[in-house]
């Protein structure tokens, strides 16, 4: 990405450029309830947050902080430029003057880091990661001279929860449901880029993906990869592609990325008896 002049570059330029600094003073303008000046619950409806969504987030200790987390990982086209006018929008010129020496050098930055390695290799989500070109030859069963393999559901897990997984494909793959899931560690030959293939799996392959969430997730950098990449593609959760799966009772706060998302809790006693068919239901729609 061409990022020499960033003043004419930052329609093209991913929130991700953004660092925590930039975010922390924006939660400074944003979070304090103003009845002058606009504050975050406009800037979370210009992004296209519901009112019940922004409900949510007041219980948060910086809305700000996470309105722009979640708008980062369900719509593709947030970028910093898209920031600046909406923050214009609402009339916050004041918050765009005095940041954006702040903003500039942040995305100074991130271009130049961007120009020292190839985006494939990163595992962050953003606008100037390529599609990756159809390919054959990633899974075991793919045949290089037909068409490729084709899955229900992508299985995003940690290798701590593996014994869930096995779990998952006896009630899913081998019953009446008859499903077909790409489990990583079962499915992908060996030899190629983790990245690469990830991206092809859950773009091309895959109708779906079951995010299994535990405290192990939350430090796993393949599956927060396998995550942003899989809500890039579905901003807002149209399409339903995502289904985020809890097996286990977690210490660490809920992944905030997700908390829009319906959740297949299999912890709740009164609701296991129909984990399974619910989840198997899911994953059989068109």
Request: one cysteine or more.
């Amino acid at each position: 990405m061409a990022c020499a002049d960033p003043e004419s570059h930052l329609w093209t330029v991913p929130l991700v450029a953004l660092n925590m600094n930039v975010r922390k003073k924006l939660g400074l303008y944003l979070n304090p309830k103003n009845t002058v000046a606009a504050d975050w619950t406009a800037v979370a409806e210009e992004m296209g947050f519901s009112y019940l969504e922004i409900k949510n987030y007041e219980v948060s200790k910086s809305p700000t902080k996470m309105v722009l987390e979640d708008w980062q990982a369900r719509n593709s086209g947030a970028t910093v430029g898209k920031l600046l006018s909406i923050l214009r929008k609402v009339e916050r010129e004041d918050i765009v003057e005095d940041l954006r020496p702040l903003i500039d050098e942040d995305v100074r930055k991130y271009c130049e880091n961007q120009k020292k390695q190839p985006p494939l290799q990163v595992p962050e989500v953003d606008s100037c990661v390529p599609r990756t070109p159809e390919r054959s030859g990633i899974t075991v069963d793919d045949d290089p001279e037909g068409a490729p393999e084709m899955f229900d559901a992508f299985i995003c897990y940690c290798q701590s929860d593996f014994t869930f997984v096995h779990e998952m494909i006896r009630e899913l793959e081998q019953t009446e449901y008859k499903l077909k899931l790409c489990v990583f560690d079962r499915d992908v030959l060996p030899g190629s880029c983790v990245w690469t293939i990830t991206s092809e799996l859950i773009e091309k392959r895959c109708k779906r993906m079951v995010v299994v969430i535990s405290d192990e997730y939350l430090d796993s950098d393949a599956c927060d990869f396998q995550t942003k990449f899989a809500l890039s593609l579905c901003p807002g959760a149209r399409s339903k592609r995502l289904i985020p799966v809890i097996y286990k009772p977690m210490k660490k706060p809920f992944p905030s990325i997700l908390r829009f998302l319906t959740v297949c809790d299999y912890t709740r006693p009164c609701t296991q008896a129909w984990f399974w068919i619910r989840l198997a239901k899911a994953l059989s729609l068109p």
